[in-house]
């Protein structure tokens, strides 16, 4: 009983999880060399951003308001500081990209989950 309720609970997971291909340094900086506008999400925390070729940012998030900062790529990582939110601590993600075109930002160090975002031009 206890062998098959653990195949069960991986088959469940496995068929539930969303297959993201992780992007290359290239392919990173083929996306990101224009000024793209984003919608961004995680969890119950949405918005907007404007990342510009230069490596500054502007964004209005929900319930929160609007901050700036910049940007960078390390390798195969897009890294960020916000001037108030995050406390300007710097956060790195790896992008992954799905079928869909959606795009899923995860912890280098963990794997966990940082967020969703598209491009909106």
Not at 11 to 30: K, N, P, Y
Not at 83 to 99: H, I, K, T
């Amino acid at each position: 009983m206890k062998r098959w309720l653990v195949f069960a609970v991986a088959v469940f997971l496995g068929g539930c999880r969303e297959d993201h291909r992780t992007l290359t340094a290239q392919e990173l900086a083929s996306e990101l060399n224009i000024s793209r506008k984003i919608a961004f999400e995680r969890f119950h925390i949405s918005g907007t951003a404007t990342l510009r070729r230069d490596g500054s940012f502007e964004a209005t998030v929900l319930h929160l308001g609007r901050d700036t900062g910049t940007w960078w790529l390390d390798g195969d990582k897009i890294c960020s500081r916000w001037a108030n939110f995050r406390q300007g601590q710097e956060l790195c993600a790896m992008v992954g990209q799905s079928e869909d075109g959606q795009f899923r930002g995860k912890s280098p160090i963990s794997g966990s989950f940082l967020g969703n975002f598209r491009f909106l031009n």
